[in-house]
């Protein structure tokens, strides 16, 4: 019997270069603007699952996403490393979702998939740095929920053993399963791009990407040949309550968003000269500052 | 008057200072809403929990006692905690951000379906009107934090759910005593009906809980590194300097993530929170999550080889230099003039 793997991963905007026109006037997040990237702690977690399949023969490996179309990348970027197959959740209605509305779609597509032994996904995004997705989406699911995985130790059928990095120490966990982990980013880091794989999945698309090329007999190709779908699910594809989901479905609300202004000390300029730092250490001894 | 309720961590018997501190904040937030604060104290052997709590001022703490509470796992916490939110209504839910408080709020968060905001950096009581409807909220919790890489700083609001929940990281808000004699009242709760229904799915094999080593909330003196520090090798002149004047290091995310220094060390949103007497800037370029964790230090030297570097806006002293050059002269001139 099959050993079935979801995976969540999320397309992050590279917040390391965030230009002026990051943000919308409604204080939701301009992602066309940015870079996108894996989100770093999704790789540890697609690295553990691929962990699994290298031990338990006959495992699949199932990609979640959910983001505009372009975050199909993230699904292909799983398939260079032996993820079998993905599907990206992609609906302008879900958008402005705080981890609550999305947690509930992911939990719906998640049950339509069904069939799982085991959930994994990276602790936090680095984009919110909440950490709330994982459990959240274990509530939905019912679903028992190991946060801060370091590393699964061992994994079988309906059990699981892991090891948790917390702030001042280790745990180790066992679990029934099904479960989700959510993975820290003190885990394996991610494997490379196999190449093969490069190549068989080079050309896995959504529907929506197929519509754009013009090229007939490349259309036909990958019409052809299953393993190069990458299924996408609207909402009209998952059973949602549509107010539970995007910004109505939200609890939290942003209020204001403000520019970040430094209060400006009058700051006393030095240089690393001999003279200006030994007069330096001397006012902090006669103010008691040190010593 | 629904009040504000603060989820007390327990480790070893011991309430962590986080807890202690959003209990103090609590305490003030109740002032302004008129209502009081409670605590929830879950775990094994809560024997003296009552004089841990009460000097902070929290009016009232259910105190949950059960083998199978300690240590903290989800399912069991989680079912207690949600139990007495869902009896007691609170309007306001507090949890520290650490690794069990961002494990529980967010599965609370989920079951009661209310909003939760994550390592807030203030909490402040305001009004909010709702810019489609027009609807006017009283006395909502804003919920503060850096958000977007700290780009951006957010206000949060959750208007129309009940209870508000966020998280606060440690050193964030201050440890405050109350009145003096202040006195808690205690309320047992037997959790035998709740946990008899729980699944307690996940068991705890090994458990190697360490002492905290680095003591950087309690520090007067901080000399902390960033990135620019530039290796591993490169803490130890901070090592020694900190050495010298008798103070602890520290570190921005960047040179913990870059391997430099260990988490332990990490101040800022998503590491500790410090005021010392003095904080020594190293290499550290003064992101808006790094500056909220030491931005209430009292005294600030920033060295940047960088004069536009945003930390040098905040800092008493601003040396413009190499750190490598710059911290061996400090070390030789404090013990030449200290003697």
């Known amino acids: ?17 965030v230009g002026e026109d990051a943000m919308k006037s409604d204080g939701t997040v301009n992602r066309a603007a940015l870079p996108a990237i894996y989100n770093p702690e999704d790789l540890n977690a697609l690295e553990q699952a691929l962990q699994i399949k290298d031990r338990i023969l006959d495992t ?12 199909a990348d993230i699904i292909r970027e799983s398939m260079y490393r032996d993820a079998d197959r993905g599907y990206l959740i992609t609906d302008k209605r879900f958008a402005g979702a705080d981890t609550l509305a999305t947690s509930y779609v992911i939990s719906k597509a998640i049950e339509k998939i069904g069939n799982y032994d085991l959930i994994i996904s990276g602790r936090q995004a680095i984009d919110g ?16 929920q190991i946060t801060y995985a370091e590393e699964i130790i061992t994994c079988e059928k309906g059990k699981i053993k892991v ?3 917390l702030e001042r120490g280790i745990e180790i966990v066992e679990s029934t399963l099904p479960a989700l982990v959510t993975v820290h980013g003190s885990a394996d880091p991610c494997r490379p791009k196999n190449s093969k794989l490069f190549m068989k999945y080079k050309h896995a698309k959504t529907q929506t990407e197929l519509q754009t090329i013009d090229d007939d007999y490349i259309n036909q190709t990958i019409k052809n040949k299953s393993y190069l779908h990458i299924d996408e699910l609207s909402l009209d594809d998952l059973d949602c309550d549509p107010e539970k989901i995007g910004l109505l479905g939200s609890p939290t609300k942003v209020k204001k968003i403000d520019n970040v202004v430094l209060q400006g000390k009058d700051s006393k300029v030095i240089a690393d000269k001999d003279a200006d730092i030994k007069h330096l250490m001397n006012d902090l001894i006669k103010n008691h500052t040190l010593g | 008057m629904n009040n504000i309720c603060v989820y007390c961590e327990i ?22 809403l008129k209502c009081e604060v409670e605590a929830v104290a879950i775990g094994s052997g809560l024997n003296n929990i009552e ?4 000097p902070y001022g929290a009016n ?28 007691n209504k609170p309007q306001i839910v507090l949890v520290g951000a650490t690794s069990v408080g961002r494990d529980l709020a967010p599965r609370i968060a989920s079951s009661l379906k209310c909003g939760l905001t994550a390592d807030c950096t203030d909490l402040v009581i305001g009004d909010y009107t709702d810019p489609k409807s027009g609807h006017e909220y009283k006395n909502l919790l804003y919920q503060i934090r850096p958000a977007f890489g700290g780009n951006i700083i957010a206000t949060i609001v959750n208007p129309e759910t009940k209870p508000q929940m966020a998280t606060v990281r440690e050193g964030v808000m201050k440890k405050e005593h109350a009145a003096k004699n202040f006195k808690s009242t205690v309320n047992i709760i037997d959790p035998s009906e709740i946990l008899d229904k729980v699944d307690f799915a996940v068991k705890i094999i090994e458990r190697h809980i360490e002492q905290r080593k680095v003591n950087l909330t309690g520090s007067q003196i901080i000399v902390a590194g960033g990135f620019g520090v530039g290796s591993k090798e490169g803490f130890e002149l901070l090592n020694e300097l900190a050495k010298v004047v008798g103070g602890e290091v520290g570190a921005s995310r960047a040179a913990v993530d870059a391997g430099y220094s260990e988490h332990a060390r990490q101040i800022g949103q998503t590491g500790v929170t410090v005021r010392p007497k003095l904080y020594i800037a190293c290499g550290i370029s003064g992101a808006i999550q790094h500056r909220a964790g030491m931005d209430g230090s009292a005294q600030i030297i920033s060295i940047n080889t960088d004069p536009e570097a945003p930390i040098n806006s905040i800092a008493d002293v601003a040396i413009i230099g190499d750190l490598h050059s710059v911290i061996p002269k400090m070390i030789k001139y404090y013990k030449e003039q200290s003697k």
């Not at chain 1, 740095?129 to 028992?144: F, I, M, S």
């Not at chain 2, 011991?14 to 302004?32: P, R, T």
């Not at chain 2, 083998?67 to 949600?82: C, D, G, I, M």
């Open chain 1, 1 to 17: 019997m099959a050993f079935r793997i979801i995976v969540l991963a999320k397309q992050v905007p590279d917040t390391r270069n």
């Open chain 1, 60 to 71: 699949e490996i199932i990609i979640i996403t959910m983001g505009p179309p372009r975050a």
């Open chain 1, 129 to 144: 740095d909440t950490a709330q997705v994982g459990p959240q989406t274990a509530e939905k699911l019912n679903l028992p």
């Open chain 1, 163 to 165: 090891k948790r990095r």
């Open chain 2, 11 to 32: 480790e070893e018997g011991k309430v962590s200072d986080v807890s202690l501190e959003l209990i103090s904040k609590a305490v003030k937030l109740a002032g302004e």
């Open chain 2, 51 to 54: 004089q841990q709590i009460s």
């Open chain 2, 60 to 87: 009232i703490i259910h105190s949950v006692d059960d083998k199978r509470l300690y240590p903290y796992t989800t399912l069991p916490h989680s079912a207690v905690f949600e139990n007495i939110i869902r009896e």
